[in-house]
């Protein structure tokens, strides 16, 4: 008789796993769990959303900030076989909406400081209720986190799923427009456990501080390899420079996910000399370049510690460079593709380039999303089709290969903003400032930025005879934005430059913006 084989390499057989053979913990502030404790309140988590009707499939929304709370009920939702839709907390009430309408989410938690947000739009959601809505910390009239799971079953969950079953959703988009969930598989998410965890030597002994929400794509491709392999992860509440060096230094950190803005805030963190951060010796670095000054700057201040960028999407491939790359004269490449990767330069016409030639790049992975949840039209929009018809996604970007097959970034043939790491779309910044009466029209671009790297600035025409000032216009689009799509600078202007068919020449207008804002 043949050996039986399962799909127990799946996220959620690693927590029963490593609670057999794994003395690491998680820790948060002042909590810790063991792997043995975590396997509890997993189970615990799980069972109570099963008792609460949630099946295997099914969606479960979270709009809370990083604790150790959030931690289990981010890894109770996948074991429980559903899927978890981790929601960024920087968004406004009406953009949350979006969201939860577009997931079909069956449960919502919210942390309890949240529900000054949540409460207004309850009435506006299409299927989930008041009664739907578990609260973490809960004050009276509303279902408790804590009293729900404490009345769980604690006995262990066994949901079997298959690899292309969904385990998370993803949404990227801003305050306006559709939303765009990107939906990943539990096959996909291994892309991270044997690529990153491959490139960045993760084992046993890995302790990866997760500086990062849990809502951020970007975090899994540290935390995903240490929970394969038993590590330790260490949550951090909120990010701060000082924050991050005293846990680096007390948990004896090795591994750590941080984008260029945060990296920056350590590396000007004056004690920074005084801590030991002899352990730290990973530091992953995506969401936009590092500028050369920052990068020699690392290693000057963190000698210990290797510096591996990674170039990609959320929806699913990337390339990385790191130290053997710079030994041989990379630096200024965004590497090679991350291992089975495949990457393609096309034209506009779809068809493919040879090296050295300039054109979109599209990529291909085991990590590519199922697709945008929701939005056939948009998921299809989004793919190139290979010769042998595989579907590439295109990412909208120009660049080229080299002759040693390393990937150069051209430009952008989108007008994203890459803020702190974090994509912000110039049109859902552009739709608020319209909406003022006294906007004719407005075109927004990034502009350099000491901190942030770029920041959205606006220029507006205002309406013939009205009466307005570039602060006023500020304070009053800034107050209907979320954090991270704030502009630094309003510029009203009579005109604005164009191209001959009459849209506005957005590089016209950065070019006039070369001085960084601080």
């Not at 709009?63 to 929601?87: D, H, P, Y």
């Not at 989108?414 to 739709?431: L, M, Q, R, Y």
């Not at 005109?495 to 950065?510: D, F, I, Q, S």
Request: with cysteine.
């Amino acid at each position: 008789m043949p050996l039986k084989f399962a799909h127990d390499y799946l996220y959620p057989h690693v927590i029963p796993h490593h609670a057999r053979f794994s003395a690491n913990r998680v820790i948060c502030g002042a909590e810790s769990l063991t792997w043995a404790e975590l396997e509890q309140h997993t189970s615990q988590v799980a069972n109570a959303l099963i008792a609460a009707g949630i099946r295997r499939g099914d969606k479960v929304c979270l709009f809370m900030n990083n604790s150790l709370l959030t931690f289990e009920l981010f890894w109770g939702i996948i074991r429980s076989g559903a899927v978890v839709v981790a929601l960024n907390t920087l968004v406004s009430g009406d953009t949350l909406a979006r969201f939860i309408d577009n997931s079909g989410g069956k449960l919502l938690f919210v942390d309890e400081d949240a529900l000054p947000i949540v409460e207004p739009v309850l009435g506006s959601l299409r299927d989930l209720r008041r009664e739907q809505v578990i609260v973490a910390g809960a004050s009276d009239g509303w279902c408790s986190a804590e009293e729900m799971i404490a009345r769980a079953d604690k006995a262990p969950v066994w949901v079997d799923v298959e690899p292309s079953d969904s385990i998370n959703i993803v949404y990227t988009s801003g305050s306006t427009g559709a939303p765009k969930g990107i939906e990943h598989s539990h096959l996909a998410r291994h892309s991270y456990t044997f690529g990153m965890g491959h490139w960045f030597g993760f084992s046993r002994e890995s302790v990866t501080l997760l500086a990062t929400p849990l809502y951020a794509n970007g975090t899994w491709a540290t935390m995903g390899p240490c929970m394969y392999r038993g590590g330790t992860c260490v949550i951090m509440e909120k990010f701060s420079a000082a924050g991050f060096a005293e846990l680096v230094e007390r948990h004896r950190c090795t591994h750590a996910f941080l984008v260029p803005t945060q990296t920056i805030q350590i590396l000007s963190l004056p004690s920074l000399a005084q801590h030991d951060l002899s352990s730290f010796r990973v530091l992953y670095s995506a969401g936009q370049a590092l500028m050369p000054k920052t990068f020699d700057e690392i290693g000057e201040k963190l000698r210990q510690a290797e510096i591996w960028e990674v170039y990609g999407m959320s929806e699913g491939f990337c390339t990385v460079i790191g130290p053997p790359d710079y030994a041989r004269g990379k630096r200024g490449s965004v590497g090679k593709p991350m291992i089975l990767d495949d990457i393609r330069i096309v034209d506009d016409r779809g068809r493919e380039l040879p090296v050295g030639e300039i054109g979109e790049i599209c990529g291909y992975s085991v990590g590519l999303m199922k697709g945008y949840y929701n939005d056939p039209a948009a998921t299809e929009k989004a793919i190139w089709y290979g010769p042998d018809g595989r579907s590439y996604i295109r990412s909208g970007d120009l660049g080229r290969f080299d002759a040693d097959g390393y990937l150069y970034i051209c430009g952008r043939s989108k007008d994203i903003i890459k803020s702190g790491g974090i994509n912000v779309f110039p049109t859902d910044i552009e739709a608020v400032f319209a909406s003022h009466p006294a906007v004719s029209e407005v075109a927004v671009v990034g502009a350099p930025h000491e901190k942030w790297i770029e920041t959205p600035v606006a220029f507006v025409i205002p309406r013939l005879g009205a009466s307005t000032s570039a602060a006023e216009l500020m304070e009053w689009a800034n107050g209907r934005l979320g954090k991270f799509q704030r502009v630094s600078a309003v510029n009203v202007v009579p005109h604005l430059p164009r191209v001959t068919y009459g849209k506005v020449n957005k590089p016209a207008l950065r070019a006039q913006l070369s001085q960084s804002i601080p």
